[in-house]
């Protein structure tokens, strides 16, 4: 499955939004938010064996889960890993969504396929949730073609899902440098992926929520104040670029939280915990500084700035 970065490469409270302060020291209190791993995200190349292994090592209370892999235990395999998993206090964040609803119908209904064939075992490892993004423009639909498509065929996403109890969250993306890669704009701040939410109408789809996005939209706290805790499914904490303000930013090139305080990493962290959330947060910063790194300085590094937020 595709990550963003390779999809890209393919083809006052009320007034001034909060995310725009810079930020000063960060405070180490834990707010019951769980340090999560996602190695697609820093570029860590491992297996999920490997995975496990460096999220119990480097002290991560969650971690994404490999399909390719997973999908192929036995049960015996199957077992033995949930078992290590409880024994060292870690779960699962949500997975990547392994359709391409983004194209084609044939591509649409081979990942659909692929979904419906692989449910029951991906429900049997416990994953909570699967996530994906939402591209800002298209080729050749226009904003209401566009939203129709994504409305019918994540409904259909979410139907099945609903079937073994997992929830779908879906993110924005926030970069205005992105809106004129294609001809057609669609939805890009929270206000628009609420309508399209609401619009499927499920209860088990929700939002993934990205510091950077927010920040890049310059989404306001009164924008957001709808959520509840029920309605976020997964967090990912990212750092804007010096030198480039909201408007700016390169969807692909951010930093890891806390290393530039160009975004208020806190006021975000502390409105998401207002709403009552108490879950996984991982970093994804497309950062390719850290994605050279050596594998234990990667971890080190990743894992300190989710501590130094307080996570």
């Known amino acids: 499955m595709l990550n963003r970065r390779e999809f890209t490469n393919s083809i006052t409270i009320a007034g001034i939004s909060p995310f725009l302060m810079k930020t000063s020291e960060f405070l180490n209190s834990n707010k019951g938010f769980i340090a999560s791993l996602n190695p697609g995200a820093i570029g860590l190349k491992c297996n999920a ?34 078992s290590k998993m409880q024994i060292n206090k870690i779960e699962f964040d949500s997975g990547g969504l ?48 566009n939203f129709e498509q994504h409305h019918n065929r994540l409904s259909k996403v979410a139907n ?53 996005h927010t920040y890049c939209a310059e989404d306001k706290f009164d924008d957001m104040k709808f959520l509840i805790a029920d309605d976020i499914v997964s967090v990912q904490l990212n750092d804007g670029v010096i030198g480039r303000n909201p408007s700016a930013q390169l969807d692909q090139e951010r930093e890891l939280p806390g290393d530039t305080g160009i975004i208020d990493l806190k006021y975000f962290l502390d409105f998401i915990h207002s709403k009552g959330y108490h879950g996984p947060v991982s970093v994804e910063p497309f950062n390719k500084r850290l994605n050279l790194m050596d594998t234990s300085l990667k971890l080190e590094r990743v894992r300190s700035s989710l501590f130094k937020n307080g996570i």
């Open 49 to 82: 064996h490997e995975l496990l292994d460096y999220a119990i090592e480097y002290k991560f209370s969650a971690i994404s889960p490999l399909l390719g892999d997973l999908i192929k235990f036995n049960e015996e395999e199957r077992k033995t890993y949930l």
């Open 160 to 212: 099945v899902l609903e079937q073994e109890g997992l929830k779908l969250g879906l993110e924005y993306v926030g970069p205005k440098t992105l809106m004129v890669r294609d001809k057609y704009p669609f939805l890009h701040t929270i206000g628009g992926l609420r309508e399209l939410i609401n619009a499927i109408g499920k209860k088990n789809v929700g939002y993934l929520l990205d510091s950077f």
């Open 98 to 145: 392994p359709i391409d609803f983004r194209s084609t119908e044939t591509k649409f209904l081979e990942g659909f396929k692929f979904l419906n064939k692989h449910l029951k075992t991906i429900s049997s490892f416990k994953i909570p949730s699967f996530v994906t993004w939402i591209m800002p423009t298209h080729k050749s639909l226009t904003y209401r073609q």
